[in-house]
């Protein structure tokens, strides 16, 4: 089995980069990148970090915030690999802040505009769709029984809007209320939450 890392600098990634991260993509939508303000996104599950090194390549400042110690060291690893290999993965990488700790206590210090939840999804019926190192990722950081906690918590913070990944056709997160609008991709869908002092602009 090949093992776990973080690897921002493979083909799929850079593929990503280069076609799946425009602003105009269902991620950059639901986060609300305009190109014309500087974003500063909170990723409160930071896991293998791709979703937040596609926000940093689109110009983003993006604070990555990772509970278990094993995901930390490899996010740290990923992100200095980007440092040496110098260019614009080095300048992608500057727009990159590693938090080691719980999201639920550190979001209300930080008071961001924009947060980012993708919580481990529930479990497919047929394990066997679900890809070799998202499993991995799963054995490592667990089930995220807490993810109606912390979508609360993020709820709370924001000043501008959450966003929670989740699968396309799942049921929808008990206990935060219905999103403000949803941005659907193939697999997986955004549930835009936006902030009451949040102006009409910024939905979109």
Known sequence: MNKLRVDFLSGAMTYRLKYGGGRRQALGRALGFNGREKMNVIDATAGLGRDAFVMAALGASVTLIERSEQMQAMLHEGIEQCRR?????????????????????????????????????????????????????????????????????????????????????????????????QILGKSTRYDVFISATSTVANIF
């Open 85 to 181: 290999v110098g260019g614009e993965y080095a300048e992608i990488a500057e727009r990159m802040t590693l938090l080691c700790g719980d999201a639920m206590d550190l979001l209300p210090q930080l008071s961001p505009d924009v947060i980012y939840v993708d919580p481990m999804h529930p479990e497919r019926k047929n394990s066997a769709l679900v890809k070799l190192n998202l499993r991995q990722l799963r054995e490592i950081v667990g089930k995220d029984d807490d993810s109606a906690d912390l979508m609360r918590v993020a709820l709370s913070c924001a000043r501008k809007r959450v966003v929670l990944k989740w699968p396309l056709k799942g049921k929808s997160m008990g206990g935060i209320g219905k999103p403000t609008h």
